[in-house]
């Protein structure tokens, strides 16, 4: 049990801060941006992300053991990714119809831009890369969406500076979101020492 | 006698470029396009999974319901994805599998989710066609251009010929894709003279 729980906390910090979805990989950068304008967006984006890519990366687990040792197995695994989201993002707008009609009324028009996107369905390609049980596949997808609050959390704090006055006006809004990111990057790679090889 | 209108605007190119305006599909420029083969490769593979998937996506009936909707956008994607992975590995053998990472990926980007809704599908299909062919066009251009800077100043080549010695060999790396496309984005902004409208950003 303990090198269960190790295993999850172990992964969960390495999707949090060495290979952070935003900072390491820009997966969802666009959607990180656009969440980080409001604080409420930056909750609930970060709830719908964290929920999917933690059941989603539990479900693939089971897939990629049964597809990836076929003869081009990785040729179907976005078509099954795509599947298993699928599935899950239906299934969770049914039970917040059914049970909870006023969030769902809030959430339905969020809540495809929080499922269909780069962090999502990235999480569970790098898990087939990364993981090797069950416990390790549902740490690094626990940990995708809590690297993606931080993210938006980073972002949403200086997205108010970032919007000033102070800033040219051709930088502002999107541009200068984009190099803040950059320099938050920049420092992820020097606290942890490490460099993605792409 | 009613005189059919075919109007094609170049949006796509600066406008509303998917990178650098709207930043509709800006992880794999930013990431991957880290010389001039890996931004062929991302172009290659946004044409064939993300053109052909608007173009075949258009004869999904609108009568069902926009959730069903848009997770059959991502299915159509997914499937172009086996012929363009295919046709990828015969094109550009040695392509890594950092760079394969971001073509995948292109199965639910916003391009294809949001910009189809917003705009491609509400014009006739002739339009549409030439339409989002200019937005893959504004597309190639960035990858590429992105492309070439980041090789000549990481590696110090053009398409694998020596030209100089690395200026900046930590141009390869996520944090510099980052900053080149913030500011090539100010750049554009500067050049097209406006803001992009602000529902336009970060969809």
Redesign the interface.
């Known amino acids: 049990m303990n090198e269960i729980f190790a295993k999850i906390v172990s992964l969960t910090m390495l999707s949090v801060f060495m290979q952070n979805a935003i900072?390491?990989?820009?997966?969802?950068?666009?959607?990180a941006?656009?969440a980080s304008?409001k604080e409420s967006h930056v909750i609930g984006f970060t709830f719908g992300i964290t929920a999917m890519t933690t059941l989603a990366s539990a479900v693939s687990y089971f897939f990629d053991k049964l597809v990836m040792p076929l003869t081009n197995g990785?040729?179907?695994?976005?078509?099954i990714?795509?599947?298993i989201?699928?599935v899950l993002?239906?299934a969770g707008?049914l039970i917040l119809w059914k049970f909870f009609h006023k969030l769902f009324r809030k959430v339905?028009q969020y809540?495809?831009?929080a499922v269909?996107?780069?962090t999502?369905?990235?999480a569970l390609?790098?898990n087939s890369n990364y993981g090797s049980d069950l416990a390790s596949y549902i740490g690094y997808g626990f940990g995708t969406g809590i690297g993606f609050f931080l993210a938006c959390f980073m972002l949403n704090i200086a997205h108010e500076r970032l919007d000033s006055e102070k800033i040219?006006?051709?930088?502002?809004?999107?541009?200068?979101?984009?190099?803040y990111?950059?320099?938050v990057?920049?420092a992820f790679?020097v606290l942890v020492g490490y460099?993605?090889?792409? | 006698m009613k005189k059919s209108k075919f109007s094609v605007s170049a949006d796509g190119l600066l406008r509303q470029n998917i990178v650098l305006m709207s930043g509709l599909v800006t992880a794999p420029v930013i990431v991957a396009a880290t010389s001039v083969e890996r931004a062929a490769v991302l172009v290659v593979s946004f044409f064939l999974i993300s053109y052909t998937s608007i173009l075949l996506c258009r004869f999904i009936p609108r009568k069902i319901v926009y959730t069903v909707r848009i997770l059959l956008y991502a299915v159509v994607a997914a499937v172009m994805y086996i012929p363009t992975a295919l046709c990828i590995a015969k094109l550009f053998p040695n392509v890594s599998s950092g760079v394969m990472l971001y073509v995948e990926l292109l199965v639910v980007n916003s391009f294809l989710l949001a910009k189809t809704e917003t705009r491609f599908y509400l014009k006739p299909y002739g339009e549409m066609v030439l339409d989002a062919f200019i937005y893959v066009i504004g597309y190639a251009v960035v990858a590429f251009l992105v492309g070439v800077l980041r090789e000549v100043l990481a590696y110090g080549t053009v398409c694998g010929f020596h030209l100089c010695e690395p200026v900046v060999p930590a141009a390869k790396s996520p944090f510099f894709g980052f900053i080149l496309v913030g500011i090539m984005a100010a750049v554009c902004r500067g050049i097209s003279g406006k803001r992009a409208p602000r529902k336009e950003r970060g969809v």
């Open positions: 900072f390491d990989r820009a997966f969802g950068a666009n959607v941006i656009y304008r990785n040729l179907y695994m976005p078509l990714y795509v599947g989201i699928g993002y239906i707008l339905k809540a495809s831009l269909f996107n780069c999502v369905i990235g390609f790098l040219p006006r051709i930088f502002r809004g999107y541009p200068i979101m984009l190099i990111i950059g320099i990057s920049l790679n460099t993605a090889d792409f």
